[in-house]
């Protein structure tokens, strides 16, 4: 199971803009699908954006649509989230996942490893 770490959270106002990062301690990442979902208590965890292994296809949940970007680094070992235009809705704990998928995933039970989170905090 490969491990992962987030990175990046934080304080921000509305309309300000976060990276966050996530760490893997495998040198070939880029066999994996990477995603990034989002949870706040009470609710279900919801998908955020996913990249599949070669980092030539991604996805987006409508609501980050045109506002997150996700990329991959495979030589780093490493995945991103660029998140611009934030809103108080966007205040969640972030969680970076892997699956062994040949191409991207919205569904949270096709990922196997998950980070402990990271989270953002979005003021008005």
């Known amino acids: 199971q490969v491990q992962l770490v987030e990175s990046g959270g934080g304080l921000v106002q509305a309309g300000g803009s976060l990276t966050l990062s996530c760490a893997a301690s495998e040198r070939a990442i880029r066999i994996y699908t990477m995603g990034w979902f989002r949870q706040v208590p009470g609710k279900e965890r919801d998908f955020v954006a996913t990249?599949?292994?070669?980092?030539?296809?991604?996805d987006y949940a409508d609501s980050v649509k045109g506002r997150f970007t996700i990329s991959k680094d495979n030589a780093k070992n490493t995945v991103t989230l660029q998140m611009n235009s934030l809103k108080p809705d966007d205040t969640a704990v972030y969680y970076c996942?892997?699956?062994?998928?040949?191409?991207?995933?919205?569904?949270?039970?096709?990922?196997?490893?998950w980070g402990q989170g990271t989270q953002v905090t979005v003021s008005s």
């Open positions: 996942a892997a699956a062994r998928v040949s191409s991207g995933s919205r569904r949270a039970s096709d990922y196997y490893s």
């Open positions: 990249v599949s292994f070669s980092g030539g296809t991604t």
